[in-house]
């Protein structure tokens, strides 16, 4: 029920033709600062008709575009499910996983799905429930809940950082992103934020960037080809598009006998746990990808429970880390 003049007027401690007058920007009112702020809080407070969660569990459907296999070539999405797993655990939520291309049971009340999913996907899940929290992509902002990583961001940081020290050829090392319905492939947006810095520096040179996919194997392989497609012409830094890409072309390196970071700086993205462990320890980006997990079970628990209407997209930010690579 909407909140009434007098119920602001009592909460407020004051009478109902001030809180009215107040209201009303009423310029020859004389009342003290302190009181319009008072009024206004308790007019908001009582306006924000947020609905206490009740104590019953919720039956989420959690959809990983990814088995926990798949996980191994790239554990930023392990991460991800560790931050549903025990937030939802915590706040007695029943969490029913599926991975992609199994059928969703329609018996819940909503749906967490990382990964990138294509229009037909999505119109598929909307279906199923309406309340819905993308994880690493964001389909629909207009309709969708969203927690994402802004890579724009963590390019700058990157590229930033290499241009401070004094690199003037600086390659990329990435893959593409594809959905499983193997249609055509998307432009990866670390590789995007990439050639529009260099393009607005004048720096960009496209024999400097190699894309596969975003596997360690797959990291060995492109530095292996730039190594010796380039020759002397090889980059003095890489911008590797995730830690596996980045710890597979530092073995690249180490094999060639190339210097690191005595002749090839390397930073990734995501720092994964063995990123500190390999030699040279390695230089990136910190993605926190446990608290975008969180942060997606606290999203749908408050479109359920409180009934959130406006659709939220959540960026969580991100820390260069400076290791020896």
């Keep these: 029920m909407l909140a009434t003049i007098k119920d602001i007027a009592d909460k407020a401690g004051v009478s109902a033709a001030t809180v009215s007058r107040v209201l009303n920007y009423d310029q020859s009112l004389s009342v003290a600062a302190d009181t319009k702020k008072k009024i206004f809080e308790v007019a908001e407070e009582?306006?924000?008709?947020?609905?206490?969660?009740?104590?019953?569990?919720?039956?989420?459907?959690?959809?990983?575009?990814?088995?926990?296999?798949?996980?191994?070539?790239?554990?930023?999405?392990?991460?991800?499910?560790?931050?549903?797993?025990?937030?939802?655990?915590?706040?007695?939520?029943?969490?029913?996983?599926?991975?992609?291309?199994?059928?969703?049971?329609?018996?819940?009340?909503?749906?967490?799905?990382?990964?990138?999913?294509?229009?037909?996907?999505?119109?598929?899940?909307?279906?199923?429930?309406?309340?819905?929290?993308?994880?690493?992509?964001?389909?629909?902002?207009?309709?969708?809940?969203?927690?994402?990583v802004d890579f724009e961001r963590v390019t700058q940081l990157v590229m930033d950082h290499f241009i401070a020290k004094g690199h003037t050829s600086i390659g990329f090392i990435g893959g593409y992103e594809t959905f499983k319905e193997k249609i055509a492939p998307i432009q990866d947006m670390r590789?995007?934020?990439?050639?529009?810095?260099?393009q607005e520096r004048n720096m960009l040179d496209e024999r400097f960037i190699f894309l596969d996919s975003f596997a360690v194997n797959d990291g060995y392989e492109l530095m292996k080809q730039a190594i010796h497609d380039l020759g002397e012409e090889l980059p003095t830094a890489f911008y590797m598009a995730n830690d596996p890409l980045a710890i597979g072309g530092l073995r690249a390196l180490h094999e060639e006998g190339i210097p690191v970071p005595g002749r090839v700086s390397v930073i990734g993205v995501n720092d994964i746990s063995v990123s500190k462990y390999v030699y040279p320890s390695l230089s990136t980006v910190k993605i926190y990808t446990e608290l975008m997990g969180e942060t997606a079970v606290d999203l749908i628990l408050e479109r359920i429970d409180d009934k959130r209407e406006v659709p939220k997209k959540v960026y969580l930010s991100n820390k260069l880390i400076i290791r020896q690579t």
Excluded: C
Excluded at 71 to 94: F, K
Excluded at 191 to 198: A, G, M
């Design 191 to 198: 590789e995007k934020h990439y050639r529009n810095y260099l």
């Design 46 to 148: 009582l306006s924000y008709k947020r609905r206490h969660r009740k104590p019953i569990s919720r039956k989420i459907a959690f959809l990983h575009w990814v088995t926990e296999a798949e996980e191994l070539d790239d554990i930023y999405y392990m991460g991800i499910r560790y931050g549903i797993e025990r937030r939802a655990e915590a706040l007695d939520v029943e969490l029913v996983k599926y991975v992609e291309g199994e059928t969703i049971d329609t018996n819940i009340d909503g749906i967490i799905a990382v990964g990138r999913f294509s229009e037909e996907q999505v119109r598929q899940l909307k279906a199923i429930s309406p309340q819905i929290v993308f994880v690493d992509s964001n389909p629909n902002e207009a309709e969708f809940d969203a927690v994402l």
